[in-house]
């Protein structure tokens, strides 16, 4: 998942924050945007990337 967000957004700052628990957790600049435990499930095939995406074409364009 790391590898495929640094390729698609290389301007990000991709961090990996291993922890116990099971948690799964996306932000965008400080937003949540996607949480394995508030939803109880894995995200699905392309949907943090599609989270993402919505994300940042809510951002205000300069």
């Known amino acids: 998942m790391a590898a495929e ?8 700052t991709v961090r990996l924050i291993e922890s116990s628990g099971g948690l799964f957790e996306v932000s965008v600049d400080g937003d949540l945007v996607f949480s394995k ?8 095939p392309g949907e943090v990337v599609r989270l993402i995406q919505q994300r940042r074409a809510q951002e205000p364009r300069t």
């Open 5 to 12: 967000l640094r390729e698609r957004y290389p301007e990000a």
């Open 37 to 44: 435990k508030a939803l109880g499930r894995h995200a699905g």
